[in-house]
């Protein structure tokens, strides 16, 4: 006799409302436009004065000015390169440095109180000795937004590198794995998120780096129309510079979120 199985009456689990992706971004998108609604609203009642703060319209306007004398996309371009190879170069120096402190006790002895002290360094302080040593090259630029890049990274993956599952590791070692083969297969994968965090920080750190280097020694870049805009008064040229840095941020970090996805699924 063959018996019927009831159909399920469990109830089906819903995913949250603010993990759906639509939501996501509309929310993401609120603050903004409700910013420039408030914005909008101040300029047309009079509450502050075009001096103090153009409007929308006018700062748009100044902005396609810049992009029709071709300044506008040669400003961001430079930054932007700027920021990418000091990013990645800074960031691969921690990485190493970091592994080299979290990995072993002698290293943390020699290093890390030195790279402590030096990481409480200012940027700007950083701007001058730079000039003197590289000029007003790319090299200086580039160099101190590798300073920025360099301490995050190394220091998310020498503390997570300390705080390894030591289980894990005698596993690996049980396994036959030593240095480089126990590094990559074990000990990396149990630090991804935390390197990738550590990525995301260096990220923003670079951008701010780059806006100190460009203050102060370039000719060109979103920090220098930063620079000369403040000389010259023109509000609305600042303004531009300030949104374009905080979507070319958001967008360098949304990639890297993309990437952590990917990483922390391959080896996490």
Request: hydrophobic share 60%.
């Amino acid at each position: 006799m063959t018996e019927t199985l009831a159909p399920s009456t469990a109830p089906a689990v819903r995913r949250p409302l603010t993990s759906r992706r639509g939501v996501r971004i509309l929310g993401g998108l609120l603050l903004p436009v409700l910013i420039l609604i408030a914005w909008q609203l101040s300029s047309v009642l009079g509450l502050v004065t075009v001096s103090q703060l153009p409007s929308p319209a006018m700062v748009w306007i100044a902005a396609v000015d810049l992009f029709d004398r071709g300044e506008l996309t040669l400003y961001v371009a430079i930054s932007t390169q700027r920021v990418l190879i000091g990013f990645v170069t800074g960031a691969a120096l921690g990485l190493v440095a970091g592994a080299l402190v979290g990995l072993s006790r002698a290293a943390d002895v020699l290093f890390a109180p030195t790279l402590g002290a030096i990481r409480a360094v200012p940027s700007l302080a950083w701007v001058p000795l730079l000039i003197i040593w590289l000029k007003y090259g790319e090299e200086s630029k580039i160099v101190l937004v590798a300073i920025g890049a360099f301490f995050p990274v190394y220091t998310t993956v020498a503390l997570a590198l300390r705080h390894v599952d030591r289980h894990l590791v005698e596993a690996g070692r049980a396994f036959g794995l030593r240095g480089v083969k126990l590094f990559t297969a074990v000990q990396l994968p149990a630090v991804v998120p935390s390197v990738i965090s550590g990525l995301r920080l260096a990220l923003a750190q670079a951008w701010l780096f780059l806006v100190a280097a460009e203050l102060l020694g370039a000719s060109m870049g979103l920090g220098y129309l930063l620079s000369i805009s403040g000389t010259n008064g023109r509000i609305d040229r600042i303004l531009v510079a300030i949104i374009l840095l905080a979507l070319l941020g958001k967008l360098t970090d949304a990639i890297l979120g993309v990437f952590e996805k990917w990483a922390i699924t391959k080896w996490a």
